[in-house]
């Protein structure tokens, strides 16, 4: 079965139900995430693994090339891929224009049975220096964000990673750690399988907004 425009991933959700060989495409990896994670929630986590998965970054070179496109909408897959991947496919990206353009990605993690706490996330292609690890965590207060990740391209400098140490760690009671509240993760760590190690809760995110949908729906008598 072969679906040029897979979207969501219905066809190729109920292929993989059905046993049948599938292959599904589509032009931006936020769609190609949302198809996985709704095979892992249908399936299981061991399905994903099993999937061939072509047109990303494999190596460096490939990342860097995918990175340094002219095209601000493949610089931006980039973006979607880098994040994306190291959340296992539990972050939402910002496709906002505006003053809180450089946060690339929200997620959030659990924190107890009932409890959540939000992530940040920014990527960077180049030129990364100290001052983006200062306006990271700006930009943590204002969003009132627990933890914060820079997705970096280049190696970190000393004074940046001096920096991203200075502010501090997280405890997190339910997993008995602490984690450091900005972390500076490489696209190479990315491409050798480093993945974010917190318990993530990509479900109430959808629970929030369907609040806010059927807010909508309710008109004013």
């Known amino acids: ?6 979207g969501c991933g219905t066809t190729v959700a109920v292929a993989e ?3 049948r060989k599938w292959i599904g495409m589509d032009i931006t990896y936020q769609s190609i995430s949302l198809v996985l994670r709704r095979l892992e929630e249908a399936f299981g986590t061991t399905v994903v693994p099993q999937i ?7 190596d460096i070179d490939s990342a860097k090339a995918l990175a340094h496109k002219k095209d601000d909408r493949l610089r931006k897959e980039f973006e979607k891929w880098a994040a994306l991947t190291y959340t296992n496919n539990r972050a939402v990206i910002n496709e906002k224009k505006g003053a809180d353009s450089g946060i690339d990605a929200r997620a959030y993690f659990m924190t107890g049975k009932k409890d959540n706490a939000k992530i940040i ?4 292609s180049g030129g990364v220096k100290r001052g983006d690890i200062a306006t990271l965590r700006g930009d943590m207060g204002r969003e009132e964000a627990a933890l ?9 400098s000393g004074p ?3 920096e991203a140490k200075s502010a501090g760690q997280y405890h997190h009671e339910t997993m008995g ?7 500076i993760v490489t696209v190479q760590e990315i491409l050798d ?20 949908d059927a807010e909508q729906d309710v008109l004013p008598l």
């Open 148 to 156: 914060a990740v820079l997705i970096t391209l280049e190696d970190p």
């Open 160 to 162: 940046m990673s001096k």
């Open 52 to 58: 061939q998965i072509d047109g990303i970054p494999k």
């Open 17 to 19: 139900k059905l046993k």
């Open 1 to 6: 079965m072969l679906d040029a425009y897979c």
């Open 177 to 183: 750690r602490s984690y450091d509240r900005i972390s």
């Open 193 to 212: 399988g480093k993945r974010l190690d917190i318990p993530m809760s990509f479900e109430v995110l959808k629970a929030a907004q369907k609040a806010i």
């Open 121 to 124: 996330f920014q990527v960077k």
